[in-house]
């Protein structure tokens, strides 16, 4: 037995000590940490269980085969982990390396809990040939089978290249350390060959990148230290399984030193940053933004609202005017059905003069990335609260969480616009025919312009046309706006919505 | 004064900071300069562009009329404003990606924008 027990702990030593001394000091020398450093950092102290730590390659001194994987607890909660070895045979994927994290994957599925990849890989093992293809297959496989079941979360550490890129973009969020991760299809060398174009590593797919032209990367990080510290906060918000609501935390009040009206302009052209209005509606500090960098003018996030979880989505006049554009879309829409999969409760800030006109935006289908917006809310079944601070103007005003798409609540502040368009747009269209006639006649247009405009904006750019209709709900003092909402939210903890059956719909793309 | 937020590690850290006054914060041998304040309550900065020396091209994220812009010669900081345009019913404002002086202005009070054409090139200082 003692024979045994000494093999055993070798062999596990062995294998503790990835691609040996040397290597860990050569990652330690230019200040990256290992794929167990990484684990540790990133779960609760002491709850990593290993699995599959003798899987090697036949015949071949590679410990674990390029990967770490186990089951562990982060924040108290079951999470399943892998995280790539770039010190074993360049953390490349051979079979058993990816079987590995199929198994965990499999597991996750099982245990209804999220599972978390830690992606740091030189990319297929070539010595394995079409194995290591069916190895990308088969994890990609699972990616989209567990996509909506339980949370994914990829953490990109290191190079993630070529087919292993389609894994993190399988799943639910990615993070990316500046200067570190590296993700593209084809790297710097083979875009130079075939297209002629240079560039360094960094510019065609560093972590700035995909945070802020990309948009594969959902949150961009500093430093490795960080990336796993937001990684451990993202889960704080989520539920462990598509079968569970989120964890309820304490209540906190809102902010006292700051107010939606000292905040909002009164002057409806001038513009503000409307994450403040995010802050005065949160419970204190508990605002975490997902896609920060990624299309601005519209903000997605994680909040609390009386201890719940709450995912807000909100224009930001601040850039762009807050108008909306194909990016934009496409960052809320996936955030909505993110929230809609896992039973997060929805909150849409509104204030949208429109969507972005332009040749280039039509023409890079403008039309199809936008009506991503209006499927998103239209399919959530998850309870929908809407509050329009400003302006809510055309399509913007309908596909931005409107009654009429879906919205259980819709709340007014008394300085919400929502009308069909703009009221200088409007006067343009209605009284072409009499600017003209002034024109022809050498009056002063400007001046019957903006008499026009202000009679328009008395009439119909206002919440009470809207209410008149039943459009909306109430119109709410800027000071009761939590407290409605989340009156709201909690009239709607037992909110069920029958749908027909079916396979399953046709995103727009 | 100004209150800032700090988050290390999850902890977040309170403290105040004079106004016009330069930050800089060391963590474990990783030193920030006042980058790590980017993005939050300063507006974008999206809209720059970066050649070989040290100078930042500012293009308008949006097409419309220019109400407002920076003279030449102007020092200025991160997060100033550097020009506001009207579009979509809004007077947008561009703010300066970084700290330096106005080198050229492209655009008069007036003129409209085009994303095309740069609003202004930053010497970085």
Do not use: W
């Not at chain 1, 639910?172 to 060959?193: A, C, H, Q, R």
């Not at chain 1, 409760?345 to 006109?357: A, I, K, R, W």
């Not at chain 2, 060391?26 to 562009?49: I, L, P, Q, S």
């Amino acid at each position: 037995m003692k024979e045994k027990i000494t093999e055993l702990e070798s062999r596990r030593e062995r294998a503790l000590m990835c691609g040996g001394e040397t290597a860990i000091d050569k990652r330690h020398a230019k200040g990256l940490l290992t794929a167990r450093e990484r684990i540790d950092i990133l779960v609760d102290a002491g709850t990593f269980r290993e699995t599959d730590m003798f899987v090697h390659k036949d015949g071949d001194d590679a410990p674990g085969d390029g990967v770490v994987c186990g089951v562990a607890k982060i924040g108290g909660k079951n999470v399943c982990v892998f995280a790539q070895d770039f010190t074993v045979l360049g953390g490349s994927l051979g079979l058993r390396h990816a079987r590995k994290i199929t198994k965990i994957q499999d597991l996750a599925a099982k245990m209804r809990c999220p599972i978390i990849g830690i992606n740091d890989s030189g990319g297929a093992r070539i010595q394995d040939g079409v194995d290591s293809l069916c190895g990308y297959g088969e994890i990609f496989y699972r990616n989209t089978l567990l996509s909506g079941l339980v949370p994914q979360i990829s953490v990109v550490m290191g190079p993630c290249a070529g087919g292993a890129a389609y894994s993190p973009a399988l799943t639910d969020f990615v993070f990316m350390v500046d200067g570190i991760s590296k993700m593209f299809l084809t790297g710097p060398t083979v875009v130079e060959t075939v297209m002629g174009e240079t560039i360094s590593q960094e510019d065609l797919g560093g972590a700035r990148v995909h945070a802020e032209k990309a948009g594969t990367a959902h949150f961009f990080a500093k430093n490795e230290k960080d990336c796993l510290a937001q990684v451990r906060r993202l889960l704080d918000y989520l539920p462990q399984s598509a079968d569970v609501k989120p964890e309820t935390k304490k209540s906190v009040d809102s902010p006292k030193n700051i107010s939606i009206e000292s905040i909002l302009p009164s002057d409806g052209k001038e513009p503000y940053d409307v994450r403040g209005i995010v802050k005065c509606l949160a419970d204190e500090d508990s605002f975490f933004e997902v896609h920060e960098l990624f299309a601005p003018n519209i903000v997605c996030g994680f909040i609390r609202m009386d201890g719940a979880t709450v995912g807000v989505v909100a224009n930001q006049p601040n850039y762009l005017a807050g108008a909306l554009d194909a990016d934009a879309a496409d960052k809320a829409s996936r955030f909505i059905r993110f929230c809609d999969a896992f039973n997060i409760p929805l909150l849409t800030l509104m204030d949208v003069p429109g969507c972005l006109p332009g040749v280039e935006g039509e023409h890079s289908g403008a039309v199809r990335h936008g009506a991503k917006l209006f499927y998103a809310y239209a399919e959530a079944t998850i309870p929908m609260v809407t509050v329009v601070l400003r302006k809510a103007y055309g399509g913007g005003y309908v596909s931005l969480g409107s009654r009429h798409i879906g919205a259980d609540y819709v709340f007014c502040l008394p300085t919400a616009e929502i009308a069909v368009m703009g009221p200088e747009s409007a006067v343009s269209v209605l009284y072409h025919k009499e600017i003209k006639a002034i024109v022809e006649n050498g009056g002063d247009v400007e001046v019957f312009k903006k008499e026009k405009a202000e009679e328009y904006r008395r009439e119909y750019a206002n919440p009470y046309e809207a209410g008149a209709k039943g459009y909306i709900d109430d119109v709410v003092k800027p000071q009761d706006v939590r407290g409605r909402v989340i009156d709201a939210f909690a009239s709607l903890s037992g909110k069920a919505v029958d749908r027909p059956n079916k396979k399953h719909g046709l995103t727009p793309t | 004064m100004k209150q800032i937020e700090i988050e290390i590690d999850g902890i977040i850290y309170k403290t105040f900071v004079r106004d016009n006054e330069e930050i800089s914060l060391t963590v474990e041998e990783t030193h920030y300069d006042d980058e790590f304040m980017d993005d939050h309550g300063y507006g974008f900065n999206d809209a720059h562009r970066r050649n070989q020396r040290d100078e930042y091209e500012v293009f308008p994220p949006i097409a419309g009329k220019v109400i407002d812009i920076i003279p030449v010669g102007t020092k200025i900081k991160k997060g100033d404003v550097l020009a506001t345009i009207e579009a979509m019913k809004m007077y947008n404002r561009i703010f300066s990606p970084v700290k330096g002086i106005v080198k050229e202005v492209h655009y008069s009070v007036g003129d409209n924008a085009v994303r095309s054409t740069s609003l202004v090139i930053i010497e970085k200082k």
